[in-house]
């Protein structure tokens, strides 16, 4: 006897209606959830569809409903704790409400996010979570939100798009880093992003492609100037990664005669490779230069020093998205709304007054 002619045979939508002795396409209406039944009828096939270990074929039910109970999500970077806690609230409210959870990663590149959509739409989504890589490349993301299926941007908004948006008031979040330094006594601050950029000395908003980013750097570089800082856009960088470009760049901002008495880190994987590079070059936290850093990562709290951080709503950014596309999902057709959560200072031990 062949391998394959031995191998159980799943059961069928057939073998359930027999079992529960109701018709097929009353078992197909109860199993595929897209038509009313009593309870009787539904406890019946529901049961025989237990015992009999039958699993659904979602490209067929897909195919007949137009929906698949899934839901697409393109997060810029996977690796990124800021992301997971996104896609881990996105994954618990989805299950919650009886989706599942596609996920792809952009690598912040916007051709793989258009594969990653184009994929994910082939699979017949019931909607998408995207966090957008770009803020001038969204073609592909205006043609989802023309063909009529729903669309949520996680973490970053695209103007020129009036769909559900849910992201941190990034804005008022760069202003309050840059208060607290300036209450510190320093005037001469840094900023430092790993947005992609030619050009790592930031030359002007029109550098930036995402909204987070601009956001952040704009409402840092207002409140302190407010504040009396001293030309603080000399020593924004941009471009930092993860393979050594973060020494090259510190290395560079505190060889300068005016050198900066305070940095700040756009993110956790930023902050990490500052304190690396920082720690490198014999630059001791907060003695000689202090440092704050964007999203409470776990790793920010048992350093010595210990960073303080900017708290983000990660776990709620993406619980909220999700939440958006369900109801989207089941028929709601209200005008695209911007939902803004706040962010919260974390004092710790990485800010004290400038050196003399």
């Known amino acids: ?18 079992e529960a002795g109701v018709s097929k396409a009353t078992a197909a209406r109860v199993l595929g959830g897209y038509s009313v039944t009593s309870p009787a009828v539904r406890d019946k096939v529901m049961t025989a569809a237990q015992s ?122 760069g202003a309050a880093v840059a208060r607290r330094l300036t209450e510190a006594g320093h005037r001469r601050i840094g900023y430092v992003s790993a947005t992609a950029c030619d050009d790592p000395v930031y030359r002007g908003p029109h550098q930036l492609h995402l909204s987070t980013v601009r956001d952040r750097i704009e409402g840092f570089l207002e409140a302190a100037a407010q504040a009396g800082g001293e030309g603080c856009e000399r020593y924004v960088r941009l471009g930092v990664n993860r393979l050594g470009g973060g020494l090259k760049i510190v290395a560079d901002l505190m060889a300068l005669p005016d050198r900066p008495t305070a940095l700040i880190a756009s993110d956790n994987v930023v902050a990490l490779e500052l304190f690396k590079a920082l720690r490198t070059l014999g630059i001791v936290i907060p003695r000689d230069l202090s440092l704050i850093a964007f999203h409470d990562a776990d790793w920010t709290s048992v350093t010595t020093p210990s960073i303080t951080v900017i708290a983000q709503p990660c776990y709620e950014l993406g619980a909220e998205s999700a939440a958006a596309l369900v109801r989207r999902a089941r028929g709601d057709t209200t005008a695209g709304q911007r939902i803004i959560l706040q962010t919260r200072l974390i004092e710790r031990e990485s800010v004290i007054p400038p050196p003399r």
């Open 52 to 173: 009999l270990n039958y699993r659904p074929n979602e490209v067929a039910r897909s195919m007949t409903t137009g929906r698949s109970r899934a839901i697409g999500v393109v997060v810029a970077d996977v690796e990124n704790p800021y992301f997971g806690l996104a896609v881990r609230g996105i994954s618990d409210v989805a299950r919650a409400e009886g989706f599942d959870v596609i996920l792809a990663n952009s690598g912040e590149d916007v051709e793989r996010e258009r594969d990653a959509i184009r994929m994910l739409l082939g699979k017949r989504v019931d909607g998408l979570i995207v966090t957008p890589a770009s803020v001038h490349d969204t073609e592909h993301l205006r043609a989802v939100e023309a063909s009529g299926r729903p669309i949520v941007l996680l973490d970053r908004y695209i103007p020129s798009m009036s769909v559900d948006t849910v992201v941190a008031d990034d804005r008022a979040a």
């Open 1 to 18: 006897m062949s391998e394959s002619s031995s191998k159980p045979r799943d059961a069928t939508v057939q073998d359930v209606a027999r």
